[in-house]
């Protein structure tokens, strides 16, 4: 067994189905809505494996795993080995670090472990874990890694990556995620991406696509790289562009510091001021669903859909952007944004059921539009900045949310501006001509603001018009020039902005009926099919890592040769080869 790998799982019983994710036995009843859910909420004084510190202009987060407390009973996470309840804090930290610390320039990511940064995902808890647990695992690390790279790019934070020791298969991910990795010269340390040969499995944190489009490393050797168990050590890491630079042990710390504080005078980020603290979310689960206090989810389980409603700014407009601050995570869009985020991966992975997501919104239009304007007068403040990329990352993640999505517009409405984009991001959308008897609201109305037109790309970097009218720019001019405008249901429509603009007459029956069809397809099939027609356009490198990884990896999860009684998965650390079948599909 290669070191790489012995440090990528040296937890190689077999798995305890009883008290594992198949099972859903999560290890606390604290968790939200049930003790077997899964709680996406944390912070610093609940963190087990991670340590957040901010020294300046520079701050580190230490990977220092708690093997005792993983999410779920059943296994031990060794050697910095992960599963998803590291990941939601790693995931916690990135975010304080955006709104907590402005004043932050570099990210240092390092192990708290001697000669060990990170073993990867846990393969015990890969290897007992039900097909959705596994997937939506990866997703959420994909995001999560995606995250890291946008702190950079949105945010100016460089991030370092520095390797004291092996870092295999999913640590290794963790590291490509950053802009520059210093691997320790030391004869032993290496990195490895040895899913393949060793597991039957594809790294599922976009390390091939890192590998091959971030890194760029040679195909030939990129084929040899991942193939191999022990990894790629030294200098040769180097020359095969796996790293950027390797340093002896008695010059690491130096080499780390030095290349920190080159970043840091080069970032863009010149925060003054102190940041705002992510107060804890306040949430009331009922078995119906969840209350927030700026949105509502409804869960109609026998039905299989789930109704979030978002709910309009009722406090009034702060008036300049110390008073934004002032309001801090009661900023009723950066309140929003947190809920949304919550509730969509609430649904994801704790309500697996559920077929189609319904959004509706109350409230008045002409107050999010002011949001958006405040948000656009304050475009070059660092709050208003991350608040604007804070919703960019969670309409993305609702655009890879392997559920139907539908948006109706009715009397009483809100959808404007940044909660339009919800409208764009559904695979339907049904808009209500007039009132029905009894609306004492205002007629439905949709209105576009600027931010629709470049402040929240998709994955494939285009913004979700300009994806809607891929064979017509002229229509996203046409969306362009009616900004501002309380658009009825019929304008909207002929503007190309809703599916359907239906009377009373037939509202009712025709959103029932595409409820439950929707509800009567096979779950499998609509994953597919929306995924395939969401992303239409360019492909970019993180399009690649959510479309070809995640259909093939969802694939290769499923195979006996990788989850099989005689599996790799299975077998892994058993002493007994895997057996597989050799026909190539």
């Known amino acids: 067994m290669s070191q790489a790998m012995g440090h990528a799982t040296a937890d190689v019983s077999a798995p305890d189905h009883t008290q594992h994710p198949a099972a859903g036995k999560a290890k606390s009843d604290r968790l939200a809505g049930g003790k077997n859910a899964i709680d996406f909420q944390t912070d610093p004084a609940r963190y087990r494996h991670w340590r957040l510190a901010v020294d300046g202009d520079v701050a580190t987060l230490t990977m220092d795993v708690d093997e005792k407390a993983g999410l779920f009973e059943g ?15 790693l995931a916690d930290a990135i975010e304080r670090l955006r709104f907590e610390y402005p004043q932050a320039r570099v990210l240092v990511l390092r192990s708290g472990k001697p000669r060990v940064f990170c073993a990867g995902a846990n393969i015990r808890m890969l290897g007992g874990a039900s097909h959705a647990h596994k997937v939506n695992f990866c997703k959420f690390t994909n995001e999560t890694r995606n995250g890291i790279e946008d702190l950079s790019e949105s945010s100016g934070v460089k991030s370092i990556c520095a390797i004291n020791g092996t870092a295999a298969g999913g640590g290794y991910e963790l590291a490509l995620a950053t802009d520059y990795i210093m691997l320790v010269d030391d004869g032993t340390a290496a990195v490895s991406l040895p899913e393949l040969p ?5 790294p599922g944190t976009g390390g091939l696509t890192r590998v091959s489009d971030k890194r760029k490393v040679r195909r030939d050797l990129a084929d040899v790289f991942c193939t191999t168990e022990e990894g790629v050590r030294g200098k040769r890491a180097v020359d095969w562009r796996l790293v950027d630079a390797v340093a002896p042990g ?20 010149k925060a003054a001021g102190s940041g705002i603290k992510l107060t804890p979310l306040k ?28 709910h309009g700014p009722k406090a009034p407009l702060p008036a300049t952007a110390d008073a934004l601050v002032a309001q801090g995570a009661d900023f009723w869009p ?39 304007a405040l948000l656009d007068a304050n475009k070059d403040h660092w709050l208003a900045r991350e608040i604007r990329h804070l919703w960019k990352r969670v309409l993305k ?37 007039g009132l029905r008897e009894g609306d004492n609201e205002p007629a439905a109305a949709l209105a576009l603001a600027d931010p629709n037109f470049g402040a929240y790309p998709m994955s494939n970097g285009l913004t979700r018009l300009e994806c809607r009218f891929l064979a017509a720019p ?31 007459i037939d509202w009712e029956d025709e959103v029932r009926v595409f409820l439950e069809e929707r509800a009567s397809f096979s779950p499998d099939g609509l994953t597919g099919l929306e995924a395939n027609l969401r992303f239409a356009g360019p492909e970019t490198m993180e399009s690649k890592i959510f479309a070809r990884l995640t259909a093939w990896q969802n694939w290769i999860f ?28």
């Open 250 to 269: 008695s010059k690491f710390e130096e080499s780390i510091a030095a290349r920190a504080k080159e970043f840091a005078a080069q970032s863009p980020r």
């Open 474 to 504: 002229e229509s996203v001019e046409a969306a362009k020039a009616a900004r501002g405008k309380m658009l009825d249901a019929e304008e909207a429509q002929e503007l190309g902005l809703v599916t359907f603009a239906l009377d009373d």
């Open 75 to 89: 296994y031990d996470l060794k050697l910095n080995s992960y599963d998803l309840g590291v990941d939601i804090e």
């Open 283 to 310: 949430r009331t689960f009922s078995p119906r669903g969840i209350d927030y206090e700026t949105l509502s989810v409804e869960l109609a389980r026998p039905e299989r859909i789930a109704t979030i409603t978002l």
């Open 334 to 372: 950066l309140k929003l944004a947190r809920e949304l985020d919550d509730a969509i991966l609430h649904i994801r992975l704790n309500e697996l059921d559920i077929a189609a997501i319904v959004f509706k919104s109350a409230g008045d239009p002409a107050q999010v539009l002011a949001y958006d």
């Open 198 to 202: 060793l597991l039957a499995v594809l």
């Open 558 to 585: 499923q195979r006996p040769n990788a989850i099989g009684e005689e599996g790799a998965l299975k077998r892994y650390g058993s002493g007994q080869k895997p057996v597989f079948d050799t026909k190539r599909v």
């Open 397 to 433: 993640r609702i655009d890879l949310t392997s559920r139907s999505l539908v948006t109706l517009i009715e009397p009483g409405s809100c959808f404007a501006g940044t909660l339009a984009e919800l409208v764009f991001a559904s695979d339907r959308s049904y808009m209500l001509i």
